[in-house]
């Protein structure tokens, strides 16, 4: 598990012994630690270690918000939030043994309080759409400001969804509803795992316009690539086509 730089015991300052003095009948560290308790609690999960040291580092600063844990895979933060009580948790869509989506659908099924913040760089329709599925609470982008990430965990710590501006229907309608019957032939044969030789080989077309109907089609569908793409077609049911 990647060593922990963060805590609430590094974060904040400890009182010196000359100022641990009762003040008005109340003790200095009382009042801090009651501080320390009503923070929000969060973990980070990011397989890019960089990403880990570099957020919690930045919301450290924030005095509302406490780092708990910061961890490389979604194993270890189903780990850490069923170990200690975490409000919000801000993963990546990617990590090493779990998509985002697995990691949400996990804490649905586990019943677990936490409030989880999909941090992704692959943001697409289809991201956007499984993240809001799942049970994301919120979802940032990592190309935006580092602030928009701070605004997204203060809106999800009030108990407020914080989802980007996006064509409603975008969510809603089904993106395989529009392929053409070329794009379904297509998508089937990714599915059955032909490679882009073989496409154009058995149906009768360039390897160049082979690129150019999977390039259409991952747009069209909102996947960033093949892998994505037949996932998507697996889970909305292959006989459909």
């Known amino acids: 598990m990647q060593a922990r730089p963060f805590s609430i015991a590094q974060s904040e300052h400890r009182p010196s012994e000359a100022g641990a003095h009762a003040v008005g009948g109340r003790h200095p560290s009382s009042d801090r630690t009651q501080l320390s308790v009503q923070k929000a609690g969060i973990a980070i999960a990011d397989k890019n270690p960089i990403v880990r040291a570099g957020l919690a580092e ?17 194993a270890e933060f189903m780990s850490v939030c069923e170990r200690q009580r975490i409000e919000i948790g801000v993963i990546g869509w990617a990590l090493p043994d779990m998509t985002g989506g697995d990691v949400l659908r996990a804490v649905k099924r586990r019943n677990l309080p936490t409030r989880v913040i999909v941090y992704t760089g692959d943001f697409t329709p289809a991201v956007l759409r499984e993240a809001v599925k799942s049970g994301a609470w ?104």
């Open 138 to 241: 919120g979802v940032a982008s990592k190309a935006d400001d580092p602030k928009v990430l701070l605004e997204t965990i203060s809106s999800v710590h009030q108990g407020r969804m914080s989802i980007p501006f996006i064509d409603i229907s975008a969510l809603t309608s089904d993106p395989l509803e529009n392929l053409t019957v070329r794009e379904k032939e297509l998508l089937r044969a990714l599915a059955n795992g032909w490679t882009n030789e073989q496409i154009a080989s058995r149906i009768g077309i360039s390897r160049n316009t082979v690129k150019y109907h999977l390039k259409n089609l991952y747009e069209k569908i909102g996947a960033s690539n093949r892998a994505m793409a037949v996932a998507m077609y697996l889970s909305s049911g292959p006989d459909r086509f």
């Open 58 to 74: 930045f919301i450290a600063r924030d005095d509302r918000f406490a780092i708990r844990d910061l961890v490389s895979s979604g």
